[in-house]
């Protein structure tokens, strides 16, 4: 992990007796990529992932370029390395 992210544990206790999982996705532009708004080269790459989706990780520092943290107007470029961090919920076996 990098000082610019916060400690993210694998499983967090939400209370209501659901947990978050938090998933790492590593991603390296392409050396011919022109440039692109972040979001939408994320929501191009990630199965499922909506455009508002990755706006609000963004936003919450949960994804990083080159280790840094960026805004939803960053355009990606070549050989970026990008870690975009999701989160997905589960509830526990009944």
Do not use: C, W
């Not at 993210?8 to 708004?37: A, M, T």
């Not at 994320?42 to 508002?52: F, K, L, P, S, Y």
Request: zero cysteines.
């Amino acid at each position: 992990m990098t000082d610019h992210m916060p400690e993210l544990e694998d499983e967090l206790e939400n209370g209501d007796g659901s947990e978050e999982i938090y998933e790492r996705v590593n991603l390296i532009v392409d050396k011919g990529q022109e440039p692109l708004r972040i979001d939408k080269f994320i929501q191009a790459r990630i199965e499922g992932a909506t455009r508002n989706k990755v706006q609000q990780s963004i936003e919450k520092g949960m994804v990083l370029v080159n280790d840094k943290p960026v805004k939803a107007n960053y355009k990606v470029r070549p050989l970026d390395r990008l870690i975009v961090y999701s989160t997905k919920t589960r509830n526990p076996p009944k």
